[in-house]
């Protein structure tokens, strides 16, 4: 077991994994990782040099020649709705991920393998220098295996559809919840479906279900139960 608390929380699309994890982070001094933000940025970068979302090897390539970084906590120029800070080759890419074409192709390269490998092992990088809150799809059974604490965030799939449309109407990307609930469907039967590493619920792993409460109330969960764990 790591000498750094690691807190590991794996969840479906839109369940509210990001802004409990950053909350979260900040009340308890930790480092918070979106791992999506990495698939999404390998996507982006793909996408911008034409590559096809299948072409492993080129995917990779492409991914190895380009400086990736993420930046967290957010400096006071950056507070502005964003999760995280992603730059690449020193660029600020933290909303050009964030699109519709960005998110169904950052679980169209979340499929590859390999890919997946590179970005485990960076992944695992960060966590072994610091406190962490690290949320995406397989942190509870891959990434993090010896979490402290280990998180399956879930909502309904009606929950889940009214926040990202929300999200997206605030963003001016007029979209119908239909689309928004067709676009969540889709992504969530990729991501469980996958052969490499699918989303799934551990054994071990908390199920919080956040339907119906409030981002506070899961983040004054999650830390009356890490109090519990380090018996404070
Ligand atoms: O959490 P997100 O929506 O930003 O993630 C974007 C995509 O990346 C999502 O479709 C699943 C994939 N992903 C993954 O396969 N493994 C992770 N650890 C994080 C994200």
């Given at each position: 077991m790591s000498?750094?608390?690691?807190?590991a929380?794996?969840?479906?699309?839109?369940?509210?994994?990001?802004?409990?994890?950053?909350?979260?982070?900040?009340?308890?001094?930790?480092?918070y990782?979106?791992?999506?933000?990495?698939?999404?940025?390998?996507?982006?970068?793909s996408?911008r040099h034409?590559?096809?979302?299948n072409d492993e090897?080129k995917?990779i390539?492409?991914?190895?020649?380009?400086?990736?970084?993420m930046?967290?906590?957010l400096?006071?120029?950056?507070?502005?709705?964003?999760?995280t800070?992603?730059?690449l080759?020193?660029?600020?890419?933290?909303?050009?991920?964030r699109t519709?074409?960005?998110s169904?192709?950052?679980?169209?390269?979340?499929?590859?393998?390999k890919?997946?490998?590179?970005?485990?092992?960076?992944?695992?990088e960060?966590?072994?220098?610091?406190?962490v809150?690290?949320e995406?799809r397989?942190?509870?059974?891959?990434?993090?295996?010896?979490?402290?604490?280990k998180i399956?965030?879930?909502?309904?799939?009606?929950?889940?559809?009214?926040r990202?449309?929300?999200?997206?109407?605030t963003?001016?990307?007029?979209?119908?919840?239909?689309?928004?609930?067709?676009e969540?469907?889709?992504?969530?039967?990729?991501?469980?479906?996958r052969?490499?590493?699918p989303?799934?619920?551990?054994?071990?792993?908390?199920?919080?279900?956040?339907?119906?409460?409030?981002i506070?109330?899961v983040?004054?969960?999650?830390v009356?139960?890490v109090?519990?764990?380090?018996?404070?």
């Amino acid at each position: 077991m790591s000498e750094f608390f690691q807190i590991a929380i794996d969840g479906p699309v839109a369940a509210g994994k990001g802004t409990v994890s950053r909350l979260l982070a900040q009340k308890l001094g930790f480092l918070y990782v979106d791992t999506g933000a990495m698939y999404r940025a390998t996507a982006l970068l793909s996408l911008r040099h034409e590559i096809s979302l299948n072409d492993e090897d080129k995917v990779i390539a492409l991914l190895e020649k380009s400086k990736l970084e993420m930046r967290n906590p957010l400096s006071p120029t950056e507070i502005d709705g964003r999760l995280t800070t992603i730059i690449l080759d020193g660029e600020d890419i933290s909303w050009a991920i964030r699109t519709q074409e960005c998110s169904d192709g950052s679980s169209k390269v979340a499929v590859l393998a390999k890919l997946r490998k590179v970005l485990v092992k960076k992944q695992q990088e960060i966590a072994r220098s610091q406190d962490v809150v690290m949320e995406g799809r397989d942190i509870t059974f891959r990434v993090l295996p010896e979490a402290d604490l280990k998180i399956y965030l879930t909502a309904s799939i009606e929950a889940r559809a009214i926040r990202r449309h929300t999200q997206y109407l605030t963003k001016g990307i007029n979209v119908s919840i239909e689309e928004v609930i067709k676009e969540i469907k889709e992504r969530d039967e990729r991501d469980m479906k996958r052969k490499t590493d699918p989303l799934q619920v551990m054994p071990d792993a908390w199920l919080v279900d956040t339907s119906k409460l409030e981002i506070e109330e899961v983040v004054d969960l999650i830390v009356a139960k890490v109090k519990e764990i380090r018996n404070e």
